[in-house]
C-alpha cells in the first residue's frame, strides 16, 4: 500500500483493540490518499505516459524526472525503469540519473536501496559513468 500524496509505503498502526489500518509515515496526512491496491511503484526516467500514475495488476508507474524544471521528485520505489526520450542527449540522461540517484539515496534506507532494480529499455545512450553509477547504487541492473 502507498501514499498516492507522497510517493510513501504506508506503516501498520495499531488501536487499542488491536485493529491494524494503514497511515502514510507523514503525520497530517491521514488515510485519505491511500491506495490499496499498489503492490509495487515503479519509478521512472521517461517521457509522460499514458500510464502515468496509473495502477496495472498491482503496479503503479511514476515519472521521477521533470524535463522541464530538471528536478527529481521522491517516491519509495520498488524498481526505476529508464526509458527512451525523445531529443535526449548521454548527457540529458547523465543528468537526470543523477538527480534522480541523489534523491533516492538521500531519501531511503540503503538495505532498500541495494534491493531496487533498475531496468533499461533499449534505444537508450547511457554513459559508462551512468552505467557503473547504476551498478554501484542499486542492485539488480538489467538491460531490455
Not at 500510464?51 to 520498488?78: P, V, Y
Request: hydrophobic share 35%; aromatic share 8%; net charge neutral.
Amino acid at each position: 500500500m502507498f501514499c498516492q500524496q507522497h510517493h510513501l509505503r504506508t506503516i501498520p498502526k495499531r488501536n487499542a483493540l488491536l485493529y491494524v489500518s494503514y497511515q502514510c509515515p507523514i503525520s497530517d496526512c491521514g488515510k485519505k490518499h491511500i491506495l490499496s491496491e499498489v503492490k509495487e511503484l515503479v519509478g521512472t526516467i521517461s517521457e509522460i505516459y499514458d500510464f502515468e500514475g496509473k495502477i496495472k495488476n498491482g503496479t503503479m508507474f511514476l515519472s521521477l524526472w521533470n524535463h522541464e524544471s530538471e528536478q527529481a521528485r521522491f517516491a519509495e520505489i520498488d524498481a526505476l525503469k529508464i526509458h527512451y526520450v525523445a531529443n535526449f542527449q548521454e548527457e540529458d540522461y547523465n543528468q537526470a540519473i543523477q538527480t534522480v540517484v541523489n534523491k533516492v539515496c538521500n531519501s531511503m534506507a540503503q538495505e532498500k536501496i541495494k534491493k531496487l532494480k533498475v531496468e533499461i529499455v533499449k534505444d537508450v545512450s547511457l554513459s559508462e559513468a551512468s552505467k557503473r553509477l547504476l551498478q554501484n547504487t542499486f542492485g539488480e541492473i538489467k538491460e531490455s
